[in-house]
């Protein structure tokens, strides 16, 4: 049998040193109340959108069997990392950029922009926009006042964490009652012991409350109203004790939120890919044949044929529509597919324009897709599905036999161009494809554009041709 080392009094001495020395490093660390470590690990478990979760974690440390906990100094705690959603990837903004807010609010979008949030609340580094799917719910709300219809995030670790939600507000619903329902909320909100919330504003929207959390950092809420829209905006800082962003950044942000809400919220035909150009010629009506399972949408929602017609991209030949019966099909597109047509619901129909009367003369043609059902809701979340499919179909390009389709984006969003390149060395095939929503609701255009006298003015020509569509 082995003999064993003998435990000597030094060994005795050494083990004593060691743990007295962790008992005084563990006992100068004052514990957290438990019901607020409880609250946040219940929020963790529940990926609740933007709570406490990306506060620092508890550091436990075991000897023998007694157990002690404690949180670290801020300087040596590691913050959390949000545990992967599978959301889309992030985009990454520069260190600094000179796009103004008023440059900005021309890029679509009903939610504040990533070059927003940096030049609002002057952040730098790395920051990151995601969009974030599935929805998650907002913590302090007591009830979500409408349709959760767009959740983003926006982060720049380790310290902030942010995010922004819009609600479609339904129809009868007034949309300033729904935001003064979510102020009510967030005034009288306690997520657990130390989160206190402070009103910084009154009155008109947008609203704003500070709040502070103890350990667990501090922040801003935010709550904007539109005319069908409620936005809820959360600034985070982990383990900061005071936010960082001074109330003129976040009311800079707000109000951008606001504005966003106005021009491209719900209800509004600038949730196009684009944004609408008040300048240019007026659209006119033309009886035209509109091809199309029946019953089709009026000819009254296309643009008139012979608005077509100009120098680039006719060399200023007239335009008239022409028999387009495409065998049946309703793609007018690369990369749409009949089957994922037949998938989407509404009246749709086509109007095909060629310069004079051959088979050959066709340059180009036009989808309008209507829901004409009675709610205004379901109209806009109808156009809201088919500008994301557009963007998701046209945005990638795609491959069929013999060929792939390349896609570059245009200087406005909602357009490309898909160049057709063969496998066989055959000459390229361009076409430009412009997708946006229309004045009447539940309308949406696709403008195709398959032949160019100027190929170089093939995105301002299909600009113009969307400019007219949004005001049918």
């Not at 959390?80 to 889309?88: E, F």
């Not at 995601?130 to 959760?148: H, N, Q, R, Y």
């Not at 801003?220 to 069908?228: F, R, S």
């Not at 936010?243 to 606001?258: P, W």
Request: glycine share 10%; net charge positive; aromatic share 6%.
């Amino acid at each position: 049998m082995a003999e064993h080392d003998e435990w000597t009094a030094a060994d005795d001495a050494l083990v004593r040193r060691a743990m007295a020395t962790l008992r005084t490093d563990v006992e100068s660390l004052p514990l957290p109340d438990v019901r607020f470590v409880r609250a946040r690990g219940r929020a963790r478990r529940r990926h609740r959108f933007l709570a406490l979760s990306a506060a620092a974690a508890a550091a436990v440390v075991v000897a023998g069997t007694v157990g002690y906990a404690a949180w670290g100094p801020a300087s040596s705690r590691t913050p959390v990392t949000p545990a992967s959603s599978g959301r889309t990837a992030s985009t990454t903004a520069p260190p600094s950029t000179t796009t103004t807010a008023t440059d900005s609010l021309a890029q679509p979008g009903a939610l504040p922009q990533l070059t927003e949030w940096t030049s609002s609340l002057g952040l730098t580094g790395t920051v990151r926009l995601t969009p974030v799917k599935p929805f998650g719910p907002i913590e302090c709300l007591s009830s979500e006042p409408g349709t959760k219809v767009q959740q983003e995030e926006v982060t720049r670790a380790p310290e902030f964490q942010g995010g922004a939600t819009r609600f479609r507000i339904g129809t009868g619903q007034d949309p300033q009652t729904a935001a003064e329902n979510i102020a009510s909320d967030l005034a009288g909100c306690q997520l657990a012991p130390g989160y206190t919330v402070t009103p910084q504003s009154s009155g008109a929207f947008p609203r704003l409350f500070s709040y502070t959390a103890g350990d667990a950092g501090s922040g801003w809420w935010v709550v904007a109203a539109g005319p069908h829209d409620v936005a809820v905006i959360q600034l985070n800082q982990n383990d900061r004790p005071k936010s960082g962003f001074t109330r003129a950044q976040v009311v800079k942000l707000a109000d951008i939120a606001e504005q966003r809400l106005a021009r491209y919220g719900s209800g509004t035909t600038k949730t196009a890919t684009s944004t609408p150009d008040t300048s240019g010629p007026k659209a006119l009506d033309e009886n035209m044949q509109v091809v199309g399972p029946a019953p089709v949408p009026s000819s009254a929602l296309f643009v008139a044929a012979s608005q077509w017609s100009s120098t680039a991209l006719t060399g200023g030949a007239a335009t008239n529509a022409g028999p387009g019966a495409l065998e049946g099909s309703t793609t007018v597109a690369s990369c749409e597919t009949d089957q994922q047509q037949a998938a989407i619901g509404g009246r749709v129909g086509i109007v095909s324009v060629r310069v004079g009367t051959s088979s050959t003369g066709y340059i180009g043609r036009q989808r309008v897709q209507l829901d004409d059902s009675t709610g205004s809701d379901t109209q806009q979340a109808y156009v809201d599905a088919r500008l994301a499919e557009a963007k998701k179909l046209f945005g990638r390009g795609c491959a069929v036999p013999n060929a792939k389709i390349r896609s570059t984006p245009g200087p406005t969003a909602g357009t490309w161009r898909l160049d057709t390149v063969f496998t066989d060395g055959t000459a390229t095939l361009s076409e430009w494809v412009g997708v946006t929503a229309q004045k009447t609701p539940g309308a949406v255009s696709t403008v195709v554009i398959t032949k160019m006298a100027d190929p170089k003015q093939g995105f301002a020509e299909l600009d113009r041709l969307l400019n007219l569509a949004r005001q049918k």
